[in-house]
């Protein structure tokens, strides 16, 4: 299957509210709508993950991160423009998205992707996706496609063909979170 029609089918699952399971810009994920609350449930419940317990989403330019946010910190843009590895970052004031896809807090964490699949994939749905490890809360992330436990696949409405044949091991992202009042903190 070429990849335009995974997009397709892809797209056509996430704009009827469905979860799918596609390659990233780090590891497989588990990705939907995020603006469908539903959609996000499901997530959580095919995770086996308590909702207390925030996901991210993935985005296709550092201009479309600013819709979920109602302030970017400077600093959120120069780490975007300048990080080589793939960075999610944690920032406040989210909203624009399901309200159980934001922390207690009030942070979401964000991904501008730069792998070919998952930026098509964004830049054609024209919103945010979620995009969580492919794996059951508290077991290890899958480092490819091989590694995705049958329970996940079994869950999902739709598996992109893309990349399923690589090897190659992906690691997850690092994640950084800054506050509005210019505090950076590591998490991973």
């Known amino acids: 299957m070429n990849c335009d029609i995974d997009l397709k089918n892809a797209l056509d699952v996430l704009r009827r509210g469905g979860v799918i399971l596609y390659p990233t810009d780090t590891i497989w994920g588990l990705g939907c709508d995020a603006t469908n609350e539903e959609a996000v449930r499901r997530i959580y419940e095919i995770k086996k993950r308590d909702d207390s317990k925030a996901l991210i989403c993935m985005v296709d330019s550092a201009n479309r991160m600013q819709r979920y946010f109602r302030n970017v910190p400077d600093v959120a843009w120069?780490?975007?423009?300048?990080?080589?590895?793939?960075?999610?970052?944690?920032?406040?004031?989210?909203?624009?998205?399901?309200?159980?896809?934001?922390?207690?807090?009030g942070s979401l964490g964000v991904r501008v992707t730069h792998e070919e699949f998952s930026r098509q994939l964004c830049y054609r749905f024209q919103k945010a996706i979620v995009s969580t490890s492919a794996n059951i809360s508290g077991e290890p992330s899958p480092r490819c496609f091989a590694d995705i436990p049958e329970e996940i696949k079994s869950q999902v409405d739709y598996i992109v063909q893309f990349r399923r044949g690589e090897k190659a091991p992906h690691e997850a992202s690092k994640i950084v979170k800054l506050g509005l009042d210019g505090q950076v903190t590591i998490i991973r």
């Open 78 to 105: 120069d780490m975007v423009d300048y990080a080589t590895t793939p960075l999610t970052l944690i920032l406040d004031g989210a909203n624009g998205v399901a309200p159980n896809l934001i922390a207690e807090d």
